[in-house]
């Protein structure tokens, strides 16, 4: 019997409160830490916890003996967590997005890659039971993917005292909290990475975000699809619209809710048919999913997925919107790569493979 792998969580708000009630209902994992320099966040979360660690600040990492980091922390200010958690050899699973800005970005990869660690984001919506038939429809209904229209409608009152309050006052909130996790289910599903973007982004007359809320895009694949683009958090109506439709060679493919409602129809079909998926409760099954996926890494017995390095390619599609918002023109993501970012991942295959199997 392998003992549970030992868990240091950073930043315990919104988002930890999932991976609390993920991780103590998983058997092979047990959080031993607790890093939040809030110290209402730590005896919340160690009432959660009891046998757990908590400190203010990330020294802990190298002072409690664990087998892999959580990052639950907002991407801006990520430096010192990383810098503890390679210092101290610990695997690290990071939320999304893994900083917010490209170049931080990448120096976390190469840092990580360098430490030997495996650096894993956590873009949960690709483990979902949704996402994962889509792509299977493609191959088995309705054919190879040729356009597409992704429409995400919100009203996010970010004043909410469950919803965390950074997003209100950071640049490009929209892009970088919500549209990553899109952009990142365009060039898994499509299995292509974008060659052209062409973006605006803006901020309706009542948005309560300092900076832009809204993102219109038209993305082109590598492989020729076309994407167009909305995704807004000043949907000025409480109801929520999400519609993902792709236009494919015999049919096409019709996503009505962010976490399922996923239905198919042949160019010839009278009416849409209902795809079963099975049963999930939102945020907790992608969540176990996710970590699952983590966990098979570390125990040797699975690649590595959602890697630090791939993410790189979804935040230069952020990136690349703000560049063509700014421009008033079309933006090739692969021009803002930085020549160590085109070195894919030898250090890290190396390195990597030398890591004993937990
Ligand atoms: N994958 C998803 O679906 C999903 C959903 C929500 C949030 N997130 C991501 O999770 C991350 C956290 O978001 P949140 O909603 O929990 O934000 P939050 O503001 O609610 O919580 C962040 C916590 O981090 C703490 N913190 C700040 N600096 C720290 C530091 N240097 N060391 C340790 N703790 C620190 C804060 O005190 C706070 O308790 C973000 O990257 C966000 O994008 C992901």
């Known amino acids: 019997m392998t003992e549970p792998l030992r868990i240091i969580i950073v930043g315990l708000g919104a988002r930890a409160q999932f991976w609390l009630r993920v ?38 990492l190298s002072q409690v003996p664990a087998d892999f980091v959580l990052l639950a922390t907002p991407p801006g200010g990520r430096e010192r967590q990383m810098e503890a958690a390679c210092k101290a050899r610990l695997p690290i699973l990071a939320e999304k997005p893994l900083a917010d800005s490209v170049e931080l970005a990448a120096h976390y990869v190469e840092m990580a890659e360098e430490a030997g660690v495996p650096l894993m984001v956590g873009l949960n ?25 992704f429409t995400y409608e919100r009203w996010r009152d970010g004043r909410l005292a469950r919803l965390n ?55 082109t694949m590598a492989n020729g699809v076309i994407v167009n683009y909305q995704g807004t958090w000043q949907s000025n109506w409480q109801q929520p619209g999400f519609e993902w439709r792709t236009e494919c060679a015999d049919g096409v493919v019709l996503q009505k809710d962010q976490f399922g409602d996923l239905h198919f129809a042949r160019q010839q079909d009278e009416a849409l048919t209902a795809v079963e998926l099975p049963a999930y409760e939102q945020w907790i099954n992608d969540a176990i999913a996710l970590l699952a996926a983590f966990v098979a890494t570390l125990r040797g017995t699975a690649p590595l997925l959602c890697s630090g390095r791939d993410h790189l390619k979804s935040l230069r599609m952020v990136q690349a919107c703000i560049i063509s918002q700014q421009q008033g023109s079309a933006i090739n993501p692969s021009d803002l790569e930085t020549s160590a970012e085109r070195g894919i991942g030898q250090t890290f295959t190396s390195a990597h493979q030398q890591r004993t199997s937990l």
């Open 23 to 60: 991780i103590n209902a998983n058997p092979d994992c047990r959080i031993v830490g607790l890093v939040d320099p809030s110290e209402a966040a730590r005896e919340r979360a160690l009432a959660q916890c009891p046998g757990a660690v908590a400190a203010a600040d990330v020294d802990l």
């Open 165 to 219: 309050k950074y997003p209100l006052t950071m640049d490009q909130p929209m892009l970088w909290e919500q549209s990553i996790h899109h952009f990142d289910l365009l060039r898994y599903v499509y299995k292509s990475e974008p060659v052209q973007v062409f973006a605006k982004t803006f901020n309706p007359s009542w948005s309560m975000y300092a900076d832009d809320a809204n993102v219109s895009a038209l993305f």
């Open 125 to 149: 919506f690709r483990f979902l039971p949704v996402t994962q038939k889509t792509i299977s429809l493609f191959e088995t209904d309705v054919g190879k993917p040729e356009f597409a229209r």
